[in-house]
């Protein structure tokens, strides 16, 4: 069997890294490269990463000064040797034949990568994360792809997210591999995720909830940091961009300007709990630049609207 590499980012997860650790050491799929990155973390992190490293060879620690989860992502991407990719978040897990399920899918099927469903947990209980529309076959072409990242209000448990995914390695080797922004704190997982569909053909996605994402209100996305959020927008027009570029219909791109709009808007929201009237301005200002995709893609959703209009009025 070939080696799959899994990557695990590091920084402050003390309470959860066992758990995730202990999640991947003991996976059905034996031929794995396990490289923790820890980022720096002030805890006891590195060193538990440390101790499993000690007992199975497989685990291998780097640590490096810290530098954001993208610069930990790519520290582990330039090491990696394996044939596969996967990524696991450090307060995450994953059923223990995951990487067998993924391996399988993208081996029989010869596609670009595999996808599997997920759950969402919380401290009190768990809920899966169901797509509403079925698909007819699990394999998807490029833009039926594109279609099921962006429209999540349909397909959720798709997403572009890199946790629940199986990447071919060769895509991040050489000197025009693909990596991570790092001068972006937020949004740049969906930039490369959008980067690596736009060199695919296919994809595979399996339904089966594999993966157990852990919402922890302390993470980057609920941050008020005005400057890290603004990565988002960043990401997204870059995105936008490279669908144009790429020849990506519009109805597909217009589903990526909503998502535009939606990071403004939380940031118009962060600039009014934080009494900034400036970023407050730009914010409307970035609203507006997409406003009437964002209206035509959530007719059915009057109560976004609602919301879209107050924050458009709003003054400090």
Not at 74 to 93: E, M, Q
Not at 146 to 165: E, H, Q, S, V
Not at 171 to 197: A, C, H, K, P, W
Request: aromatic share 12%.
């Amino acid at each position: 069997m070939k080696k799959i590499s899994i990557i695990i980012p590091v920084f402050n997860v003390e309470p959860y890294i066992r758990r995730c650790l202990d999640s991947v050491v003991h996976q059905t799929f034996r031929n794995l490269e396990i490289i923790c990155v820890n980022d720096g973390s002030t805890d006891l992190s590195g060193v538990i990463c440390d101790e499993y490293a000690r007992i199975d060879a497989r685990v291998a620690v780097i640590h490096q000064a810290n530098a954001g989860v993208a610069a930990a992502l790519n520290a582990g991407l330039d090491k990696a040797t394996g044939v596969y990719i996967g990524i696991v978040d450090p307060d995450d897990w994953v059923e223990p034949n995951f990487y067998e399920l993924m391996y399988d899918a993208i081996e029989y099927n010869d596609v670009d990568f595999v996808c599997s469903g997920w759950r969402k947990e919380f401290d009190y209980g768990g809920i899966d994360v169901d797509n509403k529309i079925k698909l007819n076959s699990p394999i998807l072409n490029r833009n039926q792809a594109l279609t099921m990242t962006f429209i999540r209000d349909m397909y959720p448990a798709f997403g572009a997210y890199y946790w629940n995914k199986l990447f071919r390695a060769d895509r991040f080797m050489g000197s025009s591999g693909l990596r991570f922004r790092e001068d972006i704190r937020v949004g740049n997982d969906v930039l490369l995720f959008t980067e690596y569909l736009l060199h695919s053909k296919q994809a595979y996605y399996m339904e089966l909830p594999l993966y157990h994402y852990y919402q922890r209100e302390q993470s980057l996305f609920h941050s008020k940091d005005i400057e890290q959020r603004r990565g988002s927008l960043i990401a997204y027009a870059q995105i936008i961009e490279l669908l144009k570029e790429n020849g990506i219909p519009t109805d597909i791109i217009i589903w990526v300007k909503r998502f535009y709009v939606y990071h403004a808007s939380l940031l118009a929201e962060i600039a009014i709990e934080t009494n900034d009237g400036k970023n407050l301005e730009n914010m409307q200002q970035e609203i507006k630049r997409y406003l009437n995709d964002y209206m035509d893609t959530n007719r059915d959703y009057p109560e976004r609207i609602a919301r879209l209009n107050r924050l458009l009025m709003s003054e400090l």
